[in-house]
Each structure stands twice: as structure tokens, then as C-alpha cells.
T-cell receptor
Framework: EADIYQTPRYLVIGTGKKITLECSQT?????MYWYQQDPGMELHLIHY???????EKGDLSSESTVSRIRTEHFPLTLESARPSHTSQYLC???????????FGQGTRLTVV | AQSVTQPDIHITVSEGASLELRCNYS??????LFWYVQSPGQGLQLLLK??????LVQGIKGFEAEFKRSQSSFNLRKPSVHWSDAAEYFC???????????FGTGTRLKVLA
């Protein structure tokens, strides 16, 4: 079944640690996105990719980085986690521009 | 700049009652519009979408939405709410040729038994 997967679902980690949030999709979509979501707030785009070897920063400034070496894989990395990074991170993909985006189940990150 | 406004932060309805969630947008042309639902601890699931054509669109789980250009609105409706509909609902838009999906701040729906 075509889907989009995020791991881990929940992560509690200490300050200063390096972490990678995984996102994979089996739909063959070229467009992929990372959103940050805080309670009561709209989703904020932090990174997007049009395809392999294409990554761009979104509207919300983020200390994270992303890579797109394979179409199906779009990991997000924090080199040194801080409490301000505590949030929910949602990965999404779409087939074309202006079509619907499909979302993973999210990773809830807590940095202590 | 484009924007999406969901005026109601919280809505409470009784099971079996009808539901309308409001969504207003700001954009000079016709946007592509979406409604998503998010259950606690989950990602967003697409309920329905509007691209063009018929202004009343049907979605999953018995939801429908009506696009009204004159009011810049895309309200979500359901004739009879079920307890399982309790969740957060997000309205979103995107525009021609852009990577951006712009989301509203969401409406949290509570359903009373």
C-alpha cells in the first residue's frame, strides 16, 4: 500500500545530541516537505524538495538540515538538539505542485 | 500574500447534530483548497479538495465543503456528527505554480455524547 512513513514516532533526547528524523514514501512522489507544528499554531514549512538532489529552506527558519539522495527518502537532521527544537515534525509528499499533500504520522520530539 | 483564517479555535457539538467549520482565505485568484483532519498524535488526513468546477465538493467520512468565491470561503459541513469525528481540522490552500501549502491555525472539534 502506498504510504508515507515517519520514524521514530516519539523521541526524547538530551540537549546537544545529534538526531535524524526519518521520512520515507512509497508513492514515487517528487515533491516532499517537512513541516513543524506547535499546539494551536498553523503548520510551518521548514524544508522542501522538488526531487533528488534538490532541497530548499521553507518559510520558518530552522537549524535543521535535510537531504534527498533517493526519491523515496527525505531525512531531517538536527546537529545539536536544543529545548527550543521541541515540537512535532510532519513529513509530507505530493505528486505535483497544486495537488494534495499526503502526510506521515509525525514525530513528536522533546529535547530535555 | 495568501492567508487562511479559521475563526473558530474550538467548537463543541452534540453527537448527531450538524456541523459547519469556517474557513476564509485571502488570495487574488482562485486557489486550490483543502480540508484535513488530524486525530491526536497522528498526521493529517485529507478530507476533501477543491481545484475547479462544481463548488460543492464531497469528501470522505460524510464531509462536504462549499467554495464561495464571493465570500472567499470554503466551509466544511457534515449533517450528523459522530463521536469519532472529534479531532482537529485544518483548512489549507495552495496556488498555481508554488510549492507552498498555507494552513489555518485549525479548529478543534469536541463531540458530546
Amino acid at each position: 500500500e502506498a504510504d508515507i512513513y515517519q520514524t521514530p514516532r516519539y523521541l526524547v533526547i538530551g540537549t546537544g545530541k545529534k538526531i535524524t528524523l526519518e521520512c520515507s514514501q512509497t508513492m514515487g512522489h517528487d515533491k516532499m516537505y517537512w513541516y513543524q507544528q506547535d499546539p494551536g499554531m498553523e503548520l510551518h514549512l521548514i524544508h522542501y524538495s522538488y526531487g533528488v538532489n534538490s532541497t530548499e529552506k521553507g518559510d520558518l527558519s530552522s537549524e535543521s538540515t535535510v537531504s534527498r539522495i533517493r526519491t523515496e527518502h527525505f531525512p531531517l537532521t538536527l546537529e545539536s538538539a536544543r529545548p527550543s527544537h521541541t515540537s512535532q515534525y510532519l513529513c509530507a509528499s505530493s505528486e505535483f505542485l497544486n495537488t494534495e499533500a499526503f502526510f506521515g504520522q509525525g514525530t513528536r520530539l522533546t529535547v530535555v | 500574500a495568501q492567508s487562511v483564517t479559521q475563526p473558530d479555535i474550538h467548537i463543541t457539538v452534540s453527537e448527531g447534530a450538524s456541523l459547519e467549520l469556517r474557513c476564509n482565505y485571502s488570495y487574488g485568484a482562485t486557489p486550490y483548497l483543502f480540508w484535513y483532519v488530524q486525530s491526536p498524535g497522528q498526521g493529517l488526513q485529507l478530507l476533501l479538495k477543491y481545484f475547479s468546477g462544481d463548488t460543492l465538493v464531497q469528501g470522505i467520512k460524510g464531509f462536504e465543503a462549499e467554495f464561495k468565491r464571493s465570500q472567499s470561503s470554503f466551509n466544511l459541513r457534515k449533517p450528523s456528527v459522530h463521536w469519532s469525528d472529534a479531532a482537529e481540522y485544518f483548512c489549507a490552500l495552495t496556488t498555481s505554480g508554488t510549492y507552498k501549502y498555507i494552513f489555518g491555525t485549525g479548529t478543534r472539534l469536541k463531540v458530546l455524547a
